[in-house]
């Protein structure tokens, strides 16, 4: 989803109780004209839970038809009824929204591991071309999926382009090259102009890559703990000017130096076999 600001829809009725198309079309052409990056019908906001699902269902597509190419268009898709929220999410996809809003089953009052097993989970393997926003309330439901099953759920499925872990972004990744090809696939394909929060990721993960380096020049050598052989390194003074460093029973030289280390081994007793 594009960062901007986000409006949730009211629903206008007439003195019948049907849906006002006038009254929102209004409301949506208003909405645009301020300048609103995206719309949500169907929230809280929109008298939700007063629909029938036919009500439900009519003033999502009636709102993704009014503002379909004017901006982005947020259909509010949740139940406590993951069978209800299914059938919802396939009306909303028929009725080519942008995204969805999924709040968090209420009354029920099921688990964090329940709500994203068998809520979420559902709903982004059956609708994996759609992106989900989980809509975390607990004060109204009753129920909350807590920030761990989030990042689970984050981690495992794609929905929500916009949940971003170094562990994902590195997936496939072999090289350098390959990761910076990854980001400018983001910036071409999913968002040109993203959060200030996501340029500083990318930046950071672009300057602290490679601080691990292999020097192939340089190898270490561990000693036996052997204590002929450890005063022979501690007091050979030919020995410690080929040292770059020495901690513990490590030392570590130049790769060219090995046969010189070798040598001195040798010349005092000790075989070596590198």
């Known amino acids: 989803m594009k960062p901007g ?89 028929e009725a080519q929204v942008d995204a969805v809003l999924m709040v968090d089953p ?4 099921p688990s964090s591991l329940e709500i994203r097993r068998e809520y979420y989970e559902a709903a982004a393997v059956k609708f994996s071309d759609m992106d989900i926003i989980p809509y975390i309330m607990p004060g109204r439901t009753g129920a909350q999926m807590l920030p761990q099953d989030l990042a689970i759920l984050a981690e495992n499925f794609d929905n929500n382009r916009y949940i971003l872990t170094h562990n994902k972004f590195f997936k496939d990744c072999t090289s350098l090259h390959a990761l910076r090809l990854k980001i400018d696939s983001f910036y071409n394909k999913i968002e040109k102009n993203p959060p200030k929060v996501f340029v500083d990721f990318f930046n950071n993960m672009i300057k602290e890559s490679n601080l691990l380096k292999r020097n192939l020049k340089q190898i270490v050598i561990e000693l036996e703990d052997n ?46 076999e590198f």
Request: overall charge neutral; proline content about 2%.
């Open 5 to 93: 600001c986000y409006t949730a829809l009211i629903t206008p009725f007439d003195q019948a109780g049907d849906l006002d198309q006038d009254g929102l079309e209004q409301l949506i052409n208003f909405q645009i004209e301020n300048g609103i990056t995206g719309i949500l019908a169907t929230g809280t906001t929109g008298e939700s839970p007063t629909f029938q699902w036919k009500e439900h269902d009519h003033v999502i597509a009636v709102t993704a038809q009014l503002a379909k190419g004017r901006c982005l268009r947020i259909a509010g898709t949740g139940s406590n009824n993951t069978a209800e929220a299914l059938e919802a999410l396939d009306h909303a996809r």
């Open 106 to 109: 209420y009354y029920n009052g």
């Open 227 to 272: 204590k002929r052989l450890l005063n022979l390194f501690m007091t050979n003074q030919k020995l410690q000017k080929l040292f770059i460093k020495a901690e513990g029973y490590r030392i570590i030289v130049l790769k060219n130096d090995i046969p010189k280390v070798t040598k001195i081994a040798k010349d005092n007793g000790f075989f070596v």
